[in-house]
């Protein structure tokens, strides 16, 4: 099992940044990647950005949803078994519930999932 547990989350102007972290227990061993979605009010659920565990760093290379690049930035530290989601120059429309998702090897969907944190964007 995984537990994963967000925090961060706020109100923030426009233009304003915000840090999620993402704090990750249990069996980290199993973990192949992680990622952050969002589900504003009324909409599905989208990908935000994700990383294979563990290569954080200079060589690490995130995947983003087109709509974030540029603006946020995933990271991660081994040592304390966290990702961070970075997020600069935000909008109204980041507006939304944020989780991490942790997926193991060998599943091809992220099986873990935390309870969210919420975001605001005053315009």
């Known amino acids: 099992q995984v537990q994963l547990v967000e925090s961060g989350g706020g109100l923030v102007q426009t233009g304003g940044s915000l840090r999620l972290s993402c704090a990750a227990s249990?069996?980290?061993?199993?973990?192949?990647?992680m990622g952050w979605f969002r589900q504003a009010p009324g909409k599905e659920r989208e990908f935000v950005a994700a990383?294979?565990?563990?290569?954080?760093?200079?060589?690490?290379?995130?995947d983003y949803a087109d709509s974030v690049k540029g603006r946020f930035t995933m990271s991660g530290d081994n040592v304390q078994n966290q990702v961070y989601l970075q997020m600069n120059s935000l909008k109204p429309e980041d507006t939304a519930v944020y989780y991490c998702?942790?997926?193991?090897?060998?599943?091809?969907?992220?099986?873990?999932w935390g309870q969210g944190t919420q975001v605001t964007v005053a315009s």
């Open positions: 998702a942790a997926r193991r090897v060998g599943i091809r969907q992220y099986d873990y």
């Open positions: 249990g069996r980290t061993s199993s973990i192949y990647r």
């Open positions: 990383v294979t565990w563990g290569t954080w760093g200079a060589g690490s290379s995130p």
